[in-house]
């Protein structure tokens, strides 16, 4: 905090403000168009999403769905589990605000890092330990009645797309199918005789399943890629303890490397695949992202405009030589530094 600060400063720091909103009107005004390469590769940008409040205005803005929305947020925004009929209401309301277009649901994704006050679970390793679909899966009669209101509230619209949390083995995949078939059958009988049947897909976010993807393909629509996991999975660091925080590297060659394999076995087995974690908001990701081949990528609100403006200023023809300099660094900061010296080299530097 500063205390008095001088005229002077506060002048700068007004300059500064200004020019930030104005950066951002620039990349808020190419929103309601398509985020396409120079050399005409279309990219679809979704949103991540987690709360309702404003998101009618966020798709409207130009997102082409909702690339993952956390239900674990509404759960821990309540005291107690929320009924079948408050979550049809909540998931209702989230397919409305896509106005038509996909939205990915995520099952519930608690554990490690996202407690709910009213399932304490101690664990000595939280994150090694009860979460996301290993927890439902344990929990049959919390999963189907997510399935079930999930269900109930997409009917006879076709937008809704199921996604698996934390999976790491292919026995979970198979299971959570069965109990989405068993919830399909009861809400067509019971409420909607038209419903459409969701396409169900995983989060690629625990390293085994990439060496597994011929294995998924033949299970699952479609997968996402959660870097933020996967990252703190293949290199073996919290990502949320600062102590180790410096070496929690999304550019790190050898999870890029990662990405890239997971993109060329997903083409391989003709299985869509989207990326969902920071990464694929924040600059330099999306351009190596791009680079390798991603055209499905989710992020947050506050990306959404900036990343479309910048994919419109590249070429995928150049990215992919950058590229292959990037995976043959030594690290995550020259690969930062080389992806600078690229966005500067094309005058984009109202991405640094
Ligand atoms: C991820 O792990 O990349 C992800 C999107 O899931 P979350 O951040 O909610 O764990
Ligand atoms: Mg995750």
């Known amino acids: 905090m500063l205390v008095s600060p001088t005229p002077t400063l506060i002048r700068e720091y007004r300059q500064l403000i200004s020019a930030e909103k104005a950066l951002q009107k620039r990349f808020s005004d190419e929103l309601p168009l398509p985020a396409k390469t120079l050399d005409e590769r279309r990219v679809h940008l979704y949103l991540n999403a987690g709360l309702l409040s404003s998101l009618a205005s966020e798709i409207a803005e130009g997102a082409d769905g909702i690339g993952l929305y956390r239900t674990e947020i509404p759960f821990m925004l309540q005291p107690r589990f929320p009924s079948e009929s408050e979550q049809v209401e909540v998931y209702k309301q989230v397919l409305d605000a896509a106005i038509g277009r996909p939205v990915v649901m995520r099952t519930l994704d608690v554990g490690g890092d996202k407690p709910l006050s009213y399932l304490p679970i101690i664990e000595e390793n939280p994150f090694l330990g009860w ?57 067509k009988q019971d409420l909607h005789p038209h419903l459409v049947r969701p396409k169900i897909g995983i989060m690629l976010e625990v390293p085994a399943l990439l060496f597994q993807l011929e294995e998924v393909a033949k299970r699952v629509d479609f997968v996402s890629v959660g870097s933020n996991d996967l990252t703190q999975y293949l290199l073996a660091v919290d990502r949320n303890n600062p102590r180790v925080s410096t070496l929690y590297d999304c550019y790190h060659p050898g999870i890029l490397r990662a990405l890239k394999h997971a993109r060329i076995d997903c083409d391989k087995y003709q299985l869509p695949v989207s990326v969902c974690g920071e990464l694929a908001g924040e600059p330099i990701g999306v351009i190596l992202l791009v680079a390798m081949g991603y055209d499905q990528l989710s992020m947050n609100q506050g990306s959404l405009a900036k990343i479309n403006y910048l994919i419109r200023r590249v070429s995928y023809a150049d990215l992919s030589e950058l590229l292959d300099k990037a995976l043959s660094l030594t690290n995550g900061t020259e690969v930062r530094q080389l992806v600078t010296a690229y966005l500067k080299a094309a005058q984009l530097d109202e991405f640094l």
């Open 131 to 187: 979460r996301g679909i290993r927890l439902t899966l344990d929990h049959p009669e919390l999963f189907l009645v997510q399935l079930r209101a999930m269900l109930n509230a997409s009917a006879a619209r076709d937008q809704l797309h199921i996604l698996l949390p934390m999976v790491c083995c292919l026995d979970e995949i198979d299971q959570a199918i069965a109990y989405l078939e068993q919830a399909y059958l009861e809400v």
